[in-house]
């Protein structure tokens, strides 16, 4: 009689103990909604932090190219370009480089060369690799009479893209300072 008398106000009975059974399902839905939007919440934060991260240790192309001349050992062999003259060697269209550095052979016999870009924009790369092309096509014609060890390094060039990033590298063996600015832009 007990029992009957207190099913009215929504209790339940389990082992003799009175037990509300107070969860509706409405609440439930409530609940599974509110902790789906805070996991969106985190990881959009996540995220946000992430690319503040990314964007905060972005290298600049001048420490860049310092950075493969010195662990690759050629600091005796070139002499770096002050970043005002590099616009000599690649007429670069103004607004499409963030920055710059341009290392040379020290010796003038010698077609030697590493250089790298960072764009402003990753669609820019089309537009910089043709000014890059003209830059070694000059090069070649230059080398191509005078010394056919140098003319073919400027027909071995490697012009290498990563996001932003453009490298030109005239050497013996290219293949060194690609896989090294590709390692420092990870």
Known sequence: MVQKALEWKNIVWAEGVPVRNHVKPKWIILSVL????????????????????????????????????????????????????????????????????????????????????????????EKMKAVIADRLEQKAKAFHGLNSDQYQQVQKAAVYQQDRYVLVAISSDPSGEVHLFHKLLK
């Open 34 to 125: 509110a902790v789906a939007l805070a996991v969106v919440i985190v990881l959009a934060g996540v995220h946000a932090l992430q690319s503040l991260h990314k964007a905060q240790h972005q290298l600049r192309a001048d420490v860049l190219a310092e950075e493969i001349v010195n662990q690759l050992g050629y600091q005796n062999q070139y002499t770096q370009v002050p970043s005002a003259s590099i616009q000599k060697y690649y007429p670069i269209a103004a607004g499409m480089v963030e920055s710059q550095g341009m290392w040379i052979a020290k010796t003038g016999g010698s077609a030697d060369e590493l250089c790298c870009f960072q764009l402003y924009r990753a669609a820019d790369a």
